[in-house]
């Protein structure tokens, strides 16, 4: 793989091959925070616990904010994962009340219109959007109270059934963040990857947890069938090794 020097970063000694197999999504995480963090005390919300959203939810605890952090999460082995690394809320997306569920647990109100889905009234400060597809911004949208932020850092495909109106009605701040940048961090301006290196190599983040799979290369079908079907294998990062 051809690549300018200026792209190369080398890696202390302090970080495993299996974190560093994990540097690029948690400094995507870190970029969608450090742009504009959660304040001390608020609610955040997290749509989506697969690799993105964890890494989310290691991200603001390893920078040390002080905020309340709700997970929304589709699978049983991907919640207990958010539970693990330190989520004081966490709730699967299934069942037939869920949504009201997730507004008790947000200390928001859900309103039956006379036409259309149920409203939400209330819900997080700041929201999260970890998937990228039409319901989960739906409910990124819905879950975010009266001016508050929401941020999309999922990516699958371009969406086509979103309810925007929560946009303007509710007045909400909604951006996106697409991968990494530089970020202000301790007094300088430095690359998202270098960030993510120092907090690996000081022991503040530890990912491996998030790595599920290993093959070797001559493997590859097994390791994309065992990506592809999560909700059998538990998976959450597959690489193959040597």
């Known amino acids: 793989m051809v690549a300018h020097r200026s792209q190369i970063l080398r890696l202390p000694a302090e970080v495993s091959d299996v974190n560093a197999v ?9 970029h969608g925070i ?10 955040v919300l997290i749509v989506g616990a697969g690799v993105i959203g964890i890494c989310v939810l290691i991200a603001l605890r390893t920078l040390g904010i002080e905020a309340r952090v709700v997970v929304l999460a589709k699978h049983p082995f991907q919640a207990e994962l958010a539970v693990q690394y330190g989520a004081d809320e966490v709730l699967l997306n299934s069942g037939a009340d869920w949504d009201r569920q997730l507004a008790d647990i947000l200390g928001a109100k859900v309103l039956k219109p006379i036409f259309g889905s149920p409203v939400i009234q209330g819900g997080a400060d700041v929201v999260y959007e970890c998937v990228g597809r039409d319901q989960s ?24 059934k979103v309810d925007w109106t929560p946009i ?39 990912l491996t947890a998030l790595v599920t799979h ?29």
């Open 22 to 30: 994990m540097i690029d999504p948690f400094a995507t995480a870190l």
């Open 34 to 43: 450090m742009r504009d963090p959660p304040q001390k005390g608020q609610t």
């Open 137 to 160: 911004i739906n409910d990124a949208l819905r879950f975010a109270k009266s001016k508050g932020k929401v941020n999309l850092l999922g990516v699958a495909s371009i969406p086509r």
């Open 168 to 206: 303007w009605l509710n007045e909400l701040e909604v951006k996106g963040s697409f991968a990494c940048s530089t970020e202000e961090y301790r007094g300088e301006r430095r690359r998202t990857y270098d960030v993510a290196i120092d907090l690996l190599r000081s022991g503040k983040a530890d």
């Open 214 to 242: 290993r093959f070797p290369l001559d493997q590859y079908r097994d390791a994309l069938a065992t990506a592809a079907g999560k909700r059998k294998t538990k998976a959450v990062k597959v690489v193959f090794e040597p």
